[in-house]
């Protein structure tokens, strides 16, 4: 018996719960992909608004423009978070190549350790498109607010 297959029937001892664990990070991927879209969704609906205000015509007062500024700054922060969209995927050419004579343990292993480095990655990802995206909502509400105060005090 290869040295190999003798390490991976221990291994199976050893790691009772990766069947357990790897339905959990496939969760968590669905999970984080689901709101990744969510976000996406509300930087459209921002960046649809910024659009629209930065946009606005006969507006050559101080205040406008301040609003004009303010409401083009968001949407360049929300083009900013629209990219890179995150989520790495597995290369299955790769895979199938590296794995198709492995043990089937030692491959779910590998696998696992791939998504759970995926799941980092890709988090780090979100967490700057949240970032973005709180500080274009900052904005835009800045923007909002200079044009209600023009219109009222204008």
Known sequence: ?????????RMANLVPSL???SQ?????????RAHADALDSKT??????????AAVPDAATVV????????????????A??????????????LRDQYLTQPDQLTR???????????????????RK???LKAAFTALLLAISTFAAGIIFG
């Open 1 to 9: 018996m290869s040295h190999r297959v003798s390490t991976v029937r």
């Open 19 to 21: 069947e357990l664990l």
């Open 24 to 32: 959990r990070v496939i969760s968590e991927r669905r999970e984080l």
């Open 44 to 53: 459209g609906l921002a960046l649809g608004i910024s659009g629209v205000l």
């Open 64 to 79: 406008a423009t301040v609003g004009r500024c303010l409401a083009a700054a968001a949407a360049l922060l929300c083009v």
């Open 81 to 94: 978070a629209l990219f890179p969209r995150p989520f790495t995927a597995l290369e299955l050419r790769e």
């Open 109 to 127: 292993l590998d696998i696992l350790d791939t998504d759970v480095a995926m799941h980092a990655r890709d988090s780090a990802q979100v967490r």
């Open 130 to 132: 949240v970032r973005l």
